[in-house]
């Protein structure tokens, strides 16, 4: 088989399947379950994966689009926008215990996609006020004393224990200690607004200032600054093409080491970059972040984490502290 036949017969099998990856929420459980309004997207069809993910929607609305499945693509849109109305954000995953945390904010971009499939504008202007309710959220809650955004958790001490019964599998360092295992526990639940789980924030995700979140929230920023252009809102788009102007500023302040030639998730409570070298950096080369020789460089340095069959998120031997 050829690459092109072995490219075709995955691109058949993907399209024969979506609809098994298709779940109505609407009536799911409330007492476990955020329901959702629309069908959504689950990234496995094993039984424990039937869950919405906020990032995952937009990845897999790139596969729906060019499968030419915009209804489903609009439902996952409409979901992310439900969530922000009801909740002000949108959570990691639609499970009661994450109503505390978000994920890397891919709403605009999510939305852009869907605009240039429909050009709706009395669409766009709901998905327009949705973000500047998210947007809020991620300034008032999730923001650092450098202006640059951090990633967090607003749990509960009862939310934490329970989210210990979920991820005790899958770790092996949790602390005995009560006191320490509830800190452990709010660092984990706070990786999961980023990656969970990873070296990178050295048992302190909500001290840094992670690269990929304030990648996507330039990129956040430029994209609603188009949204309001097109609804025609001058002065709210000079806003946010200052916001975008002045975190890229941030970023090249706090994230870019030059020496390196790479970015670098920020330690802002010690005043430090972190040391651990991750694929982060790459989505400021895709979120637009970078100058063209921040770019080049960045290109060079991808064998740092490129391997035979991809990408390792974090590179062999940065691994600075317990997973």
């Known amino acids: ?47 424990c994966m039937w869950l919405f993910f906020y990032w995952d929607s937009y990845f897999t609305n790139l596969g729906l689009l060019r499968q030419n499945r915009l209804e489903q693509a609009i439902n996952n849109a409409e ?5 922000i109305e009801q909740i002000g954000l949108v959570p990691n995953i639609s499970v009661r215990i994450a109503l505390n945390r978000s994920q890397i904010p891919v709403s605009a971009v999510l939305f852009e996609d869907i605009f240039r499939h429909t050009g709706d504008l009395a669409w ?9 309710k998210e947007y809020a959220f991620w300034m008032a809650m999730r923001l650092a004393p450098n202006e640059l955004n ?11 224990a329970n989210f210990y019964d979920v991820i005790s599998h899958r770790l092996v360092d949790i602390p005995t200690d009560p006191v320490a295992r509830m800190q452990y526990l709010r660092h984990k639940m706070a990786e999961c607004e980023v990656w969970d789980f990873n070296p990178r924030f050295d048992q302190h995700a909500a001290n840094f200032n992670p690269v990929d979140t304030n990648a996507i929230l330039y990129q956040f920023e430029i994209i609603a600054g188009d949204f ?8 709210e788009e000079s806003v946010w093409r200052e916001r975008a102007a002045h975190r890229r500023t ?48 960045l290109a060079q340095n991808l064998p740092l984490v490129e391997r035979a069959h991809g990408l390792m998120t974090c590179a062999e031997g940065s691994n600075t502290s317990k997973n």
């Open 79 to 83: 979901n992310v926008i439900h969530c």
């Open 1 to 47: 088989m050829t690459l092109t036949e072995a490219i075709n017969t995955t691109r058949r099998h993907i399209d024969a399947h979506w609809e098994q990856t298709f779940r109505d929420s609407s009536q799911a459980p409330t007492a476990r379950e955020f329901p959702l309004p629309r069908p959504h997207t689950v990234p496995s069809t094993d039984p």
């Open 228 to 235: 309001a252009r097109t609804l025609g809102l001058p002065a």
């Open 150 to 160: 951090t990633c967090g958790t607003n749990a509960d001490p009862i939310t934490l």
């Open 250 to 297: 941030l970023i090249d302040r706090y994230l870019w080491n030059a020496a390196k030639g790479f970015y670098f998730d920020y330690d802002w409570a010690h005043g430090r970059q972190g040391q651990v070298v991750s694929a982060a950096p790459y989505f400021a080369l895709w979120a637009g972040v970078c100058s063209d020789d921040q770019a080049a460089t």
């Open 124 to 132: 766009l202007q709901r998905a327009y006020a949705a973000l500047n």
